[in-house]
């Protein structure tokens, strides 16, 4: 998550209690004053009398007028000042209750205006929280990985049927968005492959699959090379079934009959020159059908040219058994066009020997193609050759290589590495060959779910690649929609179907007919598909998709997920760890240190999942951590080209949207001017529209 959660909305500030003059606080100004003016009442009231005892006086001629009407004045003198002081003090009072009453009306215009700032700041912090925690809630939670620049092969180690589908139908969502090569080699009898056929045929393109040894008759893999490869080639199948000591006599062997029988001489003729070797001379055996194939001559040139090689009787008829399983290879070929993908795996009742052999000379024979180039394969046609990236267009993967000799694993590194070829190796157990490469730094390791004791021999691996030991006590956390879809589909994707006619029924569904449901022809080749048609052919055409898009609630949590609403479960990288990971969970060894991924095809058709990889979205300003373009390019040298190789989660975009996208350093970048003056270069969508055409002139 590069965007943290907002948090909670901030608060609304609400007004404050509202101060107002008690009647309590009134009666008592009221009371204070009335205590305060008491004795001047009374001073009132007692010449008030005193003026009515000297009227009543005077009436009564008890005084004289005189005296009556000079105590009246001076009473009047001395009541005057005292009810001055009266209407003073309540003018007083009132001009206590009317400042009181400003002063109260000042404080609450105070309370109001900084309420309304409060307001004001509410406002603006809310709107920003809505923004953040629409951002939040909008940005991806599933990002792609990628295969490193530096890196030349990728390693596979454990893994589960169902784990190894996802993978394998992960790695198809690539190639087929881009209209890239992909060469899958299945040595495990399981039909991992299955979702990936599926898929293929939904986009319109037509897998090639040959299901091995009933196909052989239609391979033409290994009869197109020369002489040397082919030996190469059959010598490394006899040692795969026998003695491995022997391989270079047996190339030898091989070498010396092709140049008898001529380099594009079939597997069959060999067997026949084999045979001749094991058959005196004065021997016709017209009724053996291997030495029918030559003519006598031939036998006489082969029994001249190999008969001072040393047992030549013993391994001629050792070479004859082990090569006998191939000698209908590219007998009965009918189609030799160019085939975007292509699957090549043992049949499920073949056994694991067998599986080895077939397997040996498969990879063997691809091999020697890709040190030399497409040169012996059918090349693409013409419209649909430099549609695809020319930099890594080509993925092979190999799924169950721990079958393989440690020496052919070698060579398709080797070879894959010279031509530019991304090769996946994919190991059930592990073997040497797969934990020696851990710490080879042109190798990715990749590790999943593993079994039994091997994951003690896998963890100590483990924590001696490079970025894991720099990183130590690093782990990682699982999401619980790896957990659900893991359980979900299960073995589903690759158990065979109880009756074989309705599996191939099943299969063939989608196009029933060499149309597909728009009406597209059904090709073996194409460009490129756009990725909102790749993500609705996921979607529809594979269990994954469909299994996501039901879970799909699981990952539209707007809280951020935690350990305590089991959303997020932690892991190590101990062998306990590893034993309990999700089936499509694969912990990605870079330099960087682990990184937790999910194989699952089907978290494409998630609206929280992205193409694009964590580091492009710093880098391109939609994280917290972003940096500007000018900094990420200083921050990585090198040619940043190198970075949109063939991933191992689809993300990266094809030639053409690459054609069409903005340049981050255009200063017209994305229509808005970024910086930067271009007086050459207008802006798009500026100035009033062209009139429109009158069609009637």
Known sequence: MLLPHPGPAPRRPAPGEQRTLSEEWIAGQRDSE?????????????LALLVVLLLALWSQRILPATLALGGVFACAAVAAPVGF???????????????AKERLAAEREERDRALHERQREHARRYTEWRAASRAYEAQPRWYGVTVPADREAVVVVGGTDAGWSALLTTIGVARLREGGDLTVVDLTGRAVARELIRLARRCAVAPRRWVLPADLPRMTLGTNLDAGQRARVLSAVAAASGAP?????????????LE???????????????RALCTPEGDDAEDDPALVRLSAGQRARVRE???????????????????????????RVEDGTYAQVKIISTDRASGEAAA???????????????????????????????????????????????????????????????????????????????????CDPTCLPVVMRQRGGSADAVARAVTSVPGVAARPGTGAEVHRLSEVIGEAVGAAVTEPHPDPETEAETDDRFFPSPHTESGA?????????????LVRHVRSATAWGRATAQAEEIDTLTEPATESDGSLRPIGLDAGSL????????????????????TNPGILTLSTATLATVADSRTTGHGADAVSDAEARAAEPGDRSDSRRPRIVPGDRSPAERETAPNPSDPFHGGVVTGGEAPERVPPNLGPPPERLDWRV
């Open 85 to 99: 002081a009266l209407v003073q003090s309540r003018q007083v009072i009132a001009e206590r209750l009317a400042k």
């Open 34 to 46: 009335a205590r305060t003016n008491r004795p001047l009442y009374a001073v009132l009231g007692g």
């Open 305 to 331: 040219r190999c008969a001072d090689t040393p047992g030549a009787w013993e391994r001629a008829w050792e070479l004859e058994r082990r090569l006998s399983p191939f000698e209908g290879v590219g007998t």
């Open 245 to 257: 000591e022997d391989v270079d006599a047996d190339e030898t062997l091989l070498l010396r009959l």
């Open 521 to 533: 022809m059904i090709r073996d080749a194409a460009s490129g598909i756009a990725p909102l048609d």
């Open 356 to 438: 080895r052999v077939y397997g040996t000379y498969t990879v063997a024979a691809l091999s020697e193609l890709l040190e030399d180039g497409p040169r012996g394969e059918a090349e693409p046609p013409r419209g649909e050759r430099g549609r695809a990236r020319p930099n890594r267009t080509r993925t092979v993967v190999v799924c169950g290589a721990e079958t393989l000799p440690e020496g052919e694993v070698d060579q398709i590194l080797r070879a894959a590495a010279d031509g530019g070829v991304e090769i996946v190796l994919m190991f059930r157990t592990p073997v040497p060959a797969a934990l020696n490469r851990f």
């Open 260 to 274: 008898v029988l001529g380099p594009r001489a079939g597997i069959a003729e060999l067997i026949g020159g084999l």
């Open 579 to 598: 034993r309990r990971l999700p089936c499509t969970a694969a912990l990605v060894l870079g330099d960087e240190g682990p990184v937790l991924t999910d």
